[in-house]
Every structure is written in C-alpha cells, then in structure tokens.
C-alpha cells in the first residue's frame, strides 16, 4: 500500500486519504478468507481495494461485498486442497488418479447390480423400477462418463457432466431417505461424497489455469482405474464362486474387516503427509475414508439397536464427521507447512551467514562491504 502509512488511513504530515472505517470495513470482510490465504494475499487485497476507493467512501459498496464473499466462499471449498496455485495443482493431480481408482470399484459394483435387475424384471409386460431399487445408479453413469470425458480432454464437458452426477448422487440420498431406505442412504452417502468431491478437483483444477491434462496423467488415471478394479475382482471372485454368487455381490467382501481396512488407509494416508507434494491431497482423502469405515462400523449404535436403523441423523452425522475430519487435517497439512517454510527459511539465513566469512577469507585483498 504505497499511500497508506498508517493503519488510520492518514499519511505523514496528517492528510486523510481513506477514511479509517473504510480501511476497518475492508479489514472485517477480509477476516471471512481462510488464515493461510490472508496470510499470504490479505495485504496486497487491501492495498488494492483502498486503491479502488472513491474520493469520500467511508463503507464498502455492495458489490464490493459481493465479490469478497464470493471470493471467500470460492477459497473455503478449495481451502483442502491447498492455498497456492502450486499446491493446488499437486493435489488435483493426485486426487485426480487416487479417486477414480477408488471410486470405479462401486461404480463397477453398482451398474453390475443395475443390469443384473434390469435382466430380471425386464420382460414383454413388465419394467425395471431402477431409481427406485438403485437409486445412485444414476449417478455413477454420469461420474463414468465424466471420467471418460476428462481423459479424452473434453474438460469443460466433463467438469458439467461431473456437476450433474454429484446432483444425481444428493438425488438418489433423498429419495432413498423420502422411500424409508435411510440405511442404504446411509451406505451410499460416502460415495456421493465422493463424487461431489470428484467434480469440486475438477473445478479446482480449473482455477489453477491448467491446461488440458497431459498424457501422462491420464495414463496414470486410467492404469490406476484398471488395477483398482482387476485387483478387487481378482481378491473376490474365488470367494464368492464359492457362494454362488457373482463377484459385484458383497458376499464375498464378509472377511474384510473394519481393521483391515482402516489399517492400510491410516498406513498410506501418514506416508502421504511426510511428502510435501502429496501432503495437500491428505485432507480430502481423509474425510472420505473415515465417512467410508464408518458407514460400515457400529459407531452411532449401541447394542441394543440394530445396526441397519438408520435415519436422517445419521446420515448427517456421518457427513459432518467427514467434514470434521477434513477440516482437522486442513490444519495440520497447513502447520506441517509453515514448519518447512520456517525451516527452510532458517537454513537458508544461516548459508547466508556462514557463506560471508568464507567468501572474505577467499578474497583477503578486496574491500568487505560495511
């Protein structure tokens, strides 16, 4: 602020250039941004607003208003996945592999359960109640196509169809809670959050100004997707042949337990925070694995109810618990952060320190700046 010599709006022979409510007004509204973007952008937006100011405004016009609160709620929902523009392109880059290569297992499970219904009560006088019987099979059709757009490079198209496919997914909750099917939307909720995430990387991705994604991306996208899938068939086709049931079936997914699952997960999401160009990905990937684990645990029922009770609480309590989980990690992804910054940055003050006299005693016979 090359006009602002003091927090009152006064310059140094005491002219008043801005009005101090002004500057106050400006200062309240940029508190509603996130600590780590106000740290890093809050004095150059001020700067820029008291540079805009016309001559005598003492308040903050309404579209100025506007557009600070639609510029804080845009940098909230991307807050996860990092604070710069560098950060956030690494984090989409990997989220977009690691989710389609977890997600495309249910989407799999879900369209198999869709045809095999689709066989059954098709005949020349009957019809297939598919919203109702699978109501996220809507969605998971529009999330496949948004995933096959995105890697033939169509990401406008693809970003819409991915919009479309997290609306499906909030669809098929309320109608499974409207039809009295509160568990299954219990079960469904962390893979509509999923895909709403999906589609929130997509257009974070585009923030970023990234370009259409490279080959190599989309190959890793795609082979994560295939080994995801093929591994899962692999692991659950011996046992559920032996059932008599097909592999989309959860018959044979009994012996996965709810450690076996939360051990890996905790494993792979640890070693992700220790590596700077994982690290803002953690946030994300962790809400959705807890709201995952906890969709199949006991944790919101005592003993003496039945598991399968579930109701609009639940699910909300759910979904809060993920966002919980979210915005914890947020925190420490930004405090492991600023520990590497202030680290580097107290390497890089001691090289200065200890690079002087060794650069003196290199050249003895030149004069040493004062």
Do not use: K
């Amino acid at each position: 602020m090359s006009h602002l010599d003091s927090h009152d709006g006064t310059d140094a022979v005491g002219t008043v250039l801005v009005a101090p409510v002004l500057v106050r007004d400006y200062r309240r509204l940029l508190r509603l941004f996130p600590y780590t973007y106000r740290r890093a952008h809050e004095a150059e937006m001020l700067g820029h607003l008291v540079d805009a100011a016309q001559p005598g405004q003492s308040r903050p016009t309404w579209a100025e208003r506007w557009d600070l609160l639609r510029a804080a709620a845009r940098e909230w929902l991307l807050a996860p996945l990092g604070s710069t523009p560098r950060q956030r392109r690494a984090a989409t880059g990997l989220l977009l592999v690691v989710l389609p290569a977890v997600l495309v297992v249910m989407a799999a499970r879900v369209l198999a359960v869709a045809a095999a219904i689709v066989r059954a009560m098709l005949g020349p006088d009957g019809h297939a109640p598919l919203l109702a019987t699978v109501p996220t099979a809507t969605m998971w059709t529009f999330w496949l196509a948004a995933v096959a757009l995105t890697l033939l490079g169509a990401q406008r198209v693809g970003l819409a169809t991915a919009v479309l496919a997290a609306v499906a997914g909030v669809g098929g909750l309320v109608l499974s809670l409207g039809s009295g099917s509160s568990y299954a939307a219990y079960l469904d909720a962390p893979w509509a959050a999923g895909v709403a995430v999906y589609a929130g990387v997509l257009a974070g991705r585009r923030t970023c100004r990234v370009g259409p994604e490279r080959w190599t991306l989309r190959g890793a996208t795609l082979g994560a997707m295939s080994l995801t899938l093929g591994a899962f068939v692999a692991a659950t086709s011996a046992d559920a042949a032996s059932f008599g049931v097909p592999w989309w079936s959860g018959v044979a997914l009994s012996p996965w337990t709810l450690p076996a699952l939360a051990a890996p997960a905790v494993l792979l999401l640890g070693a992700a925070l220790l590596w700077r160009r994982t690290r803002q990905a953690v946030p994300l990937l962790g809400g959705l694995a807890l709201a995952g684990l906890l969709s199949r645990s006991t944790f919101f029922w005592s003993g003496t109810v039945n598991i399968q009770t579930a109701d609009l609480g639940n699910v909300l309590g759910l979904l809060a618990l993920a966002v919980a989980a979210t915005l914890v990690l947020t925190w420490v992804v930004n405090r492991l952060d600023e520990l590497a910054e202030a680290r580097a940055a107290h390497r890089a003050e001691l090289a200065a320190i200890g690079g002087a006299p060794a650069r003196a005693r290199s050249h003895p016979g030149e004069p040493t700046a004062v």
